[in-house]
């Protein structure tokens, strides 16, 4: 074989063997060891939950009414927040494939090519020498124990990935009580908007009344001035009750993460009521399946094994090594002829002293293992504290809910029965306004005491950390 096409060959092998590492340089797609999340920026699992979120399929809402559901999808595919979650799950899920690494051999390999030229002079004159040399190098190593330095390595990253995961969901919680409050907040809005049309619509007929008794003598001037003078004050609530109605729809559209002019809902059913559960059991459920707790665990259980990897770092390992060498080891001289080398051994490594650093190591492993002991106690703490107060506020509001709709039915009954008396010119018109004011304040009320035992359910829900979407409407 001639040297121009030695030459060639041995340009082909090193672009091969480039390319094939090339090849690897999105690391992102590849995934040989499988510890990169499946589903990433794809789909969600809700907690409590096991529908998916698709998110790809997520569209412009539109001028159509929008479900809760779809409301909470929206969300989460929008969140800056979820997205940014994914983004930690992913450098996390590298760590773990960082950290699997050592569990395999180790190959590396050396092309080269050497062009060497000697010039030499002496007395007797002047001389030079040259050569060339194509040199090859390839060695393996793999550690055949250490402890287990590298699985206890590897446990650290997994369970930090595992909490990862875990904190995951608690974002996505923390959406849905944004959308799900959000959303509420417009639904309250809408129906008190209704109903301040409907007292217009009743107060206007007042004045109507008033108006015709006053013409024909039966009624008085001031009778009339207060029929207008309350339905003047009911125009001016009704405003109030569209601006509401527009500030609850910008929250919520804010919490979709879109901001089109307007958007419909659907129609929310009236809070069921009933009793909940007793408070032992949401704070049990809080301390077994709250993401803030399992997530706290999960570090606490990765700092364990992190104290493990540094006692395992600081005792011998033992290496199994095997290098194979043509024409030559790396940074020797050009050798006249064709040499091949092989060699295949194990090493012992015994750390002896390093500057007492593995000690230091451990000290710090351990004051952080302790650290993380100390912040689980105290997010336990905050757990239970939140799910006593939302439980409280979920049976006052409860209470007040059920007192609230007796109020209305009373005030709706009066509202009617006074209606009619003024009509037939029995009762007069301060006998009209006074119940006309009781119903509205019945009315404003009930629809407060609704707002308070949708939400306070929805807290409740949230402390525990079960915000999944089948029990998002009406948490029990």
């Not at 040989?32 to 997520?58: A, F, G, H, W, Y």
């Not at 199994?320 to 050798?335: D, V």
Request: proline share 3%; hydrophobic share 40%; with cysteine.
């Amino acid at each position: 074989m001639s040297a121009k096409n030695t030459r060639r060959m041995w340009k082909a092998k090193m672009v091969a063997f480039l390319s094939g590492f090339s090849a690897c340089a999105p690391l992102y797609a590849f995934d040989p060891l499988l510890v990169m999340p499946p589903i990433i920026d794809v789909s969600i699992q809700l907690p409590n939950d096991s529908s998916r979120i698709v998110c790809d399929e997520v569209k412009t809402i539109g001028t159509r009414p929008v479900s809760l559901g779809e409301a909470i999808y929206i969300a989460i595919c929008r969140s800056p927040r979820v997205r940014a979650r994914w983004s930690e799950i992913n450098v996390q899920a590298a760590a773990v494939g960082e950290s699997a690494a050592p569990l395999l051999p180790s190959i590396t390999g050396t092309l080269s090519r050497i062009n060497d030229k000697t010039e030499t002079s002496t007395s007797l004159g002047e001389g030079s020498n040259s050569g060339k040399s194509n040199t090859a190098y390839l060695g393996l190593s793999y550690r055949l124990f250490d402890f287990g330095a590298r699985t206890a390595n590897l446990d650290v990253n997994r369970k930090l990935l595992r909490a990862a995961y875990i904190s995951r969901d608690a974002i996505v919680q923390r959406v849905i009580e944004d959308v799900v409050q959000g959303y509420f907040d417009v639904s309250n809005a809408r129906t008190l908007l209704a109903a301040k049309l409907r007292d217009v619509e009743l107060a206007s007929r007042t004045v109507e009344v008033a108006r015709r008794r006053e013409a024909s003598g039966s009624g008085a001037n001031y009778e009339t001035l207060q029929a207008e003078t309350a339905l003047a004050k009911i125009l001016l609530e009704k405003i109030r009750a569209q601006a509401e109605l527009r500030r609850a729809s910008a929250s919520l559209m804010y919490a979709l993460g879109t901001f089109e002019d307007d958007i419909e809902i659907k129609d929310v059913e009236e809070a069921p009521g009933g009793n909940l559960l007793t408070k032992q059991f949401y704070v049990q459920l809080a301390h077994e399946f709250h993401p803030a707790l399992l997530s706290a665990r999960a570090e606490i259980e990765s700092a364990k094994r992190r104290i493990d990897a540094i006692n395992a770092e600081g005792k011998p390992s033992l290496d199994f090594n095997s290098n194979f060498y043509k024409n030559g080891r790396p940074g020797q001289s050009i050798s006249s002829v064709d040499t091949k080398e092989t060699t295949v051994g194990v090493s012992l490594n015994i750390p002896i002293f390093d500057g007492f650093a593995n000690n230091y190591k451990l000290v710090g492993a351990r004051a952080q293992f302790e650290k993380k002991e100390s912040e689980l106690a105290d997010t336990e703490q905050q757990i239970t504290r939140d799910v006593l107060k939302a439980y409280a506020d979920a049976v006052s509001s409860n209470d007040g809910f059920d007192a609230a709709r007796v109020l209305l039915t009373k005030a709706q009954k009066a509202m009617e029965s006074s209606a009619r008396r003024f009509k037939s010119g029995i009762a007069d018109v301060v006998e009209v306004l006074n119940t006309q004011t009781a119903l509205i304040d019945a009315e404003q009320i009930y629809f407060k005491s609704m707002s308070d035992m949708r939400s306070g359910r929805l807290k409740l829900t949230i402390s525990v950390g079960q915000a999944g979407l089948p029990g998002v409407d009406w948490p029990r």
